[in-house]
């Protein structure tokens, strides 16, 4: 079974930062693309940010733009988002999941148009409370 494991969430005060970690077990997370997502209470899950499998290609939901940055590091089989500026509507549930490239799909995955379609992801992981609050 692929697993993803989400880990670097908590309580912080607004303008403050965290960064978010995503592990792999079992298989190596640079043949996939990558996804952020978050779901706050009430509300719809939503991509936040995705890497490409390539690595060539990122991007951010207009929300977070210029605040939060996705990352690979290859050799630690760990993708990171990190997260700056945070305000209170930055609260939710944090989630990373993984996609198989293929080649029809790898343009809801990541692109210049969409932050990963997340019933295009194929694995993820159980997810990571963020909560930004004074």
């Known amino acids: 079974q692929l697993q993803l494991v989400e880990s670097g969430g908590g309580l912080v005060q607004p303008g403050g930062s965290l960064r978010l970690s995503c592990a792999a077990s079992?298989?190596?997370?640079?043949?996939?693309?990558i996804g952020w997502f978050r779901q706050a209470p009430g509300k719809e899950r939503e991509g936040v940010s995705c890497?490409?499998?390539?690595?060539?290609?990122?991007n951010y939901a207009d929300s977070v733009k210029g605040r939060f940055t996705i990352s690979r590091d290859n050799a630690k089989n760990t993708v990171y988002l990190q997260m700056n500026s945070l305000k209170p509507e930055d609260t939710a549930v944090y989630y990373c999941?993984?996609?198989?490239?293929?080649?029809?799909?790898?343009?809801?995955?990541?692109?210049?148009?969409?932050?990963?379609?997340?019933?295009?992801?194929?694995?993820w992981g159980q997810g990571t409370q963020v909560t930004v609050s004074s």
């Open positions: 999941a993984a996609a198989v490239p293929l080649p029809e799909l790898q343009f809801y995955h990541c692109s210049d148009y969409y932050v990963g379609v997340a019933r295009t992801y194929d694995h």
């Open positions: 079992e298989f190596t997370l640079d043949h996939y693309a």
């Open positions: 890497i490409s499998s390539s690595g060539g290609s990122t």
